[in-house]
């Protein structure tokens, strides 16, 4: 059987996520070196809520360095395998790794392509150890400064999570309304749209009333996975030439499109193209479990 070691996106953090963390040493220095890069207290800015850490615009970073630190806490325990093993067999093994969104970051810093090995997790230190921190917290602010422009002239954006239709229903019935785009494809009867809060609220009325069984407004600053994001994409693929990225190993997965990252020859050649990307590319999840289980199953 083969592994797979999942990464959240934003705001997929459970209330007193972090408790599991405090009490173990290798958690807490990752904890630590994420507030020395970021010169602020990461575990306090933790105990905000939701909607106080997106108007403190540290919801994105928060996210990132408690990853780390689980890995951390995981690998010292030796409950989380490295993404190339021995399995339980003594054969070579490869766990399959994927990341939702936001979650990509973690991924693409487990799987070696950014920062330290993590080997070297409990005893981070130097240049490479500090880079998943610094890219965590240059997303951060350059999706804050993007929204900051986007909203000033566009009004607030958001994202909307839609229950109980498929995503070909839901495309077909936003088709009228400007300024929205199906960015999320979850499940085969969960997607999430992001737009204007004017489009939204139009899309939630037409969505009840063909038969959404739930349409819930998202606790996120704005309208990420669409092309009202483009200028924080080609501000953050500017950003990410000071940084070098490893090789993109087959067992890294992409959920732009479902498949091995390396499958597609511009990401494979630059990773860092795929996490600009991000910004304005829909989260293609069912692709991504559909092939995760194919994988598994191999």
């Known amino acids: 059987m083969i592994d797979i070691i999942g990464f959240g996106g934003q705001g997929s953090e459970a209330q007193g996520f972090d408790a599991a963390l405090m009490a173990n040493q290798q958690a807490q220095e990752v904890l630590e070196l994420a507030s020395q890069v970021a010169g602020r207290d990461i575990i306090k800015a933790a105990e905000l809520s939701t909607a106080e850490r997106i108007d403190a615009g540290l919801e994105q970073y928060i996210s990132i360095s408690y990853q780390q630190a689980m890995i951390a806490k995981l ?14 067999a003594g054969a070579s093994a490869k766990s399959l790794i994927a990341g939702f969104s936001l979650g990509e970051l973690s991924a693409y810093a487990y799987a070696g392509v ?9 005893r ?3 240049r490479r150890a500090e880079e998943i921190f610094e890219i965590a917290l240059l997303r951060n602010q350059i999706s804050k ?18 229950l109980g239709l498929e995503a070909e229903a839901i495309a077909s019935l936003i088709v009228p309304i400007a300024q929205i785009w199906l960015v999320n494809y979850n499940t085969q009867k969960q997607s ?28 996120v600053a ?19 030439k000071g940084y070098e990225f490893g090789c993109v190993p ?14 597609e020859p511009r990401y494979a050649a630059s990773p860092a193209t795929a996490l600009a990307e991000l910004f304005v590319r829909p989260v293609r999840w069912t692709a991504m479990m559909q092939e995760l289980r194919m994988l598994r199953a191999v």
């Not at 395998?81 to 339980?88: F, L």
């Not at 900051?148 to 566009?154: C, F, G, N, S």
């Not at 489009?199 to 009840?208: D, F, G, I, N």
Request: some cysteine; charged content about 15%; proline content about 4%.
């Open 75 to 88: 690998w010292a325990e030796g409950t989380l395998p490295p993404a190339e093993h021995t399995n339980a």
């Open 114 to 122: 950014i920062g330290a090995p993590y080997s070297q997790m409990g």
């Open 124 to 126: 981070l230190s130097g």
């Open 145 to 162: 400064d993007c929204l900051k422009e986007l909203h000033a002239r566009e009004g607030q954006t958001g994202m909307l999570a839609v």
């Open 192 to 219: 999430v749209l992001a737009g204007t809060l004017k489009s939204l609220a139009a899309a939630e009325a037409v969505l009840k009333a063909h038969g959404a069984r739930r349409v819930v407004k998202l606790a």
């Open 222 to 240: 704005g309208a990420y996975h669409s092309p009202l994001m483009q200028e924080a994409a080609d501000s953050f693929a500017e950003a990410l």
């Open 250 to 263: 087959a067992n890294l997965m992409s959920c732009l499109s479902g498949q091995a990252l390396a499958a």
